[in-house]
């Protein structure tokens, strides 16, 4: 929810719920509505999709890597346990 355009839809919205009295203010009080909702998201620490995505290919290779690691492993300890049993 980080986009500019989903911002403005909200603070459209939540200024839409402002009684008929006070719609001469919509303006102002759409400007402090979004004002504030990009306040707050900067203040919870977010990270972009395109940060999550770069991330997350990241954490697969890695897996990737880990995997073929542990096979490697299985691998030698097999052959170790076969040398063992021979000698």
Request: zero cysteines.
């Amino acid at each position: 929810m980080n986009k500019p355009t989903q911002i403005d839809e909200l603070a459209k919205k939540l200024s839409g719920l402002i009684p008929d009295s006070m719609q001469n203010l919509q303006d102002d009080i759409e400007n402090n509505i979004r004002g504030g909702l990009e306040s707050g998201l900067r203040k919870m620490n977010l990270v972009s999709r395109e940060e999550f995505d770069v991330q997350n290919a990241v954490l697969l290779r890695t897996r990737e890597k880990l995997e073929a690691l542990e096979k490697v492993v299985a691998e030698l300890e097999t052959q170790l346990q076969e040398n063992l049993e021979t000698k």
